[in-house]
């Protein structure tokens, strides 16, 4: 070979290199697509800011109170499950007030606070108050409207697992609609739905229902979870 052939074949292998490489960083640079994780996530931080908006609004309109009557100042703890709730809140007024008797009966919080008169029994009613609202519920299903990661997760979802299963299981099944079209449903209120061809066929619904369940239910299912 040349030297001349040789330049011609080195300019070429470092053509190629040069595509490959521009090739691989712009497959490897797009953002991939939500996970049913990355949903779930969203709505817990949802709920989160929500819980940690309504304590605000109690240290706003309480704190003043609360400090003339030496009730420690209440600091936002976080969102718990349901079942936990009760038991959070009672440690948290057993350590704010130990006079005040806090038991857990069932799934709910009883609190006793009996003999106590005057600024004692202001003392206590504020610090149950305050433990109240330093412990947010984090209640599976209680974010909405869904944001814009569920959504995207729940339009790749309906494309690639509930429409092929739906199809594949001889069931009739809508075209899905672009993604802006999908979001505007949603914020209008009327949701598209994969099922919407099946609603004249009570069988066939609970037919896709089982075999090909919604979004909504992997996304229940996954907050319910330890």
Same mark, same amino acid.
Request: aromatic share 6%; glycine share 6%.
């Given at each position: 070979m040349t030297a001349a052939s040789r330049a011609v074949s080195a300019r070429r292998v470092a053509v190629a290199v040069g595509l490959l490489t !521009?090739?691989?960083?712009?497959?490897?640079?797009? &953002? %991939?697509?939500?996970?049913?994780?990355?949903?779930? %996530?969203?709505? @817990?931080a949802a709920i989160e800011a929500a819980?940690?908006?309504r304590?605000?609004?109690?240290?706003?309109?309480?704190?003043?109170?609360?400090a003339e009557l030496g009730v420690p100042v209440p600091e936002f703890q976080g969102v718990v499950a349901r079942e936990v709730w /009760?038991?959070? =809140?009672?440690?948290?007024i057993d350590q704010t007030d130990p006079r005040i008797r806090a038991d857990r009966?069932?799934? @709910? !919080?009883?609190?006793?606070?009996?003999?106590? =008169?005057?600024?004692?029994?202001?003392?206590?009613r504020w610090a149950i108050e305050s433990c109240t609202a330093q412990v947010g =519920?984090?209640? /599976?299903?209680?974010?909405? /409207?869904?944001?814009?990661?569920?959504?995207?997760? @729940?339009?790749?979802?309906? @494309?690639?697992r509930?429409? &092929?299963?739906?199809?594949?299981?001889? !069931?009739?099944? &809508?075209?899905?609609?672009?993604?802006g079209?999908?979001?505007a449903a949603e914020a209008a209120g009327s949701p598209w739905s994969p099922y919407a061809l099946l609603q004249g066929d009570p069988a066939g619904l609970q037919r896709a229902l089982t075999l090909c369940p919604p979004s909504s239910r992997l996304i229940a299912e996954r907050e319910a979870a330890p």
């Amino acid at each position: 070979m040349t030297a001349a052939s040789r330049a011609v074949s080195a300019r070429r292998v470092a053509v190629a290199v040069g595509l490959l490489t !521009l090739l691989t960083g712009c497959t490897s640079s797009a &953002p %991939a697509a939500p996970t049913l994780d990355d949903a779930v %996530a969203e709505r @817990r931080a949802a709920i989160e800011a929500a819980e940690r908006e309504r304590f605000n609004a109690f240290v706003a309109s309480s704190s003043a109170r609360i400090a003339e009557l030496g009730v420690p100042v209440p600091e936002f703890q976080g969102v718990v499950a349901r079942e936990v709730w /009760p038991d959070a =809140v009672a440690a948290c007024i057993d350590q704010t007030d130990p006079r005040i008797r806090a038991d857990r009966v069932d799934d @709910r !919080l009883t609190v006793s606070y009996f003999g106590m =008169v005057g600024e004692l029994y202001d003392r206590s009613r504020w610090a149950i108050e305050s433990c109240t609202a330093q412990v947010g =519920v984090a209640e /599976p299903g209680a974010a909405a /409207p869904p944001g814009p990661i569920e959504l995207a997760w @729940r339009y790749d979802d309906a @494309r690639t697992r509930v429409l &092929p299963c739906l199809r594949g299981a001889g !069931l009739a099944a &809508p075209s899905l609609p672009s993604e802006g079209a999908f979001v505007a449903a949603e914020a209008a209120g009327s949701p598209w739905s994969p099922y919407a061809l099946l609603q004249g066929d009570p069988a066939g619904l609970q037919r896709a229902l089982t075999l090909c369940p919604p979004s909504s239910r992997l996304i229940a299912e996954r907050e319910a979870a330890p």
